[in-house]
């Protein structure tokens, strides 16, 4: 019987989000599709760290040992989830248009509207 991959370290505790840092220097482009399918860019995004953690476990599980699942990495899952949850905003939100792409998000968190 094959054994799963050992899990990674224990956080220090008190962690409560983990912040990936994946910057790609010198870009700024729009949001959205620029025609070229497939291509990937890094952005920094914060995790719940119980999410994370969930993510990384079964994506180390499924590439070494269900390569039918179709995933390699972390992207595999994170990629596919994302956009379906952005389908389900443009449809709920935009009638089903994707939505006006931007070139640059403001930095933090948006402010609270009542």
Not at 20 to 36: E, H, K
Request: aromatic residues 6%; hydrophobic residues 35%; without cysteine.
């Amino acid at each position: 019987m094959v054994q799963p991959p050992e899990a990674a370290p224990e956080p220090a505790s008190g962690v409560k989000e983990i912040t990936v840092s994946v910057a790609v220097p010198g870009t700024d482009q729009a949001t959205g599709t620029d025609g070229r399918p497939g291509r990937r860019v890094q952005r920094t995004v914060n995790f719940d760290q119980d999410v994370l953690e969930r993510a990384r476990a079964a994506a180390t599980y499924l590439a070494a040992y269900e390569p039918a699942a179709g995933v390699r990495s972390l992207a595999d899952i994170v990629n596919p989830a994302v956009e379906a949850y952005v389908a389900e905003l443009e449809r709920r939100f935009n009638e089903g248009e994707p939505f006006r792409p931007v070139h640059r998000m403001p930095p933090g968190r948006p402010s609270r509207r009542s």
